[in-house]
């Protein structure tokens, strides 16, 4: 079982960034593509980015291509978002998520709150 802890977010101005991270504990997370998700109130749970267990692949959501980063450190067992020309539509909760599947996420955090004030 794989425990994920989220923090890093707030309330910041658009185009302002932000750096979220996740970190892991009680499994193997070297072994787990991770991703990012946000939920915004009233709206579903929509996908951000994806890492593979390596870093060596990463996918994103056209909304946050060449705006938002996902990276991670094995070594710490992170993994991290980096926000930048943030939007007000980019507030949400964000949670990181570990992939036990293709495409199926089992292990969830909390989640942060990220706020963009317009």
């Known amino acids: 079982q794989v425990q994920l802890v989220e923090s890093g977010g707030g309330l910041v101005q658009a185009g302002g960034s932000l750096r979220l991270s996740c970190v892991a504990s009680?499994?193997?997370?070297?072994?787990?593509?991770m991703g990012w998700f946000r939920q915004a109130p009233g709206k579903e749970r929509d996908f951000v980015a994806r890492i593979s267990s390596a870093g060596l692949f990463t996918r994103y959501a056209d909304s946050v291509k060449g705006r938002f980063t996902i990276s991670r450190d094995n070594a710490k067992n992170t993994v991290y978002l980096q926000m930048n020309s943030l939007k007000p539509e980019d507030t949400a909760v964000y949670y990181c998520a570990g992939e036990t599947a293709p495409n199926r996420y089992d292990y969830w955090g909390q989640g942060t709150q990220v706020t963009v004030s317009s």
């Open positions: 009680g499994g193997t997370f070297r072994k787990l593509a």
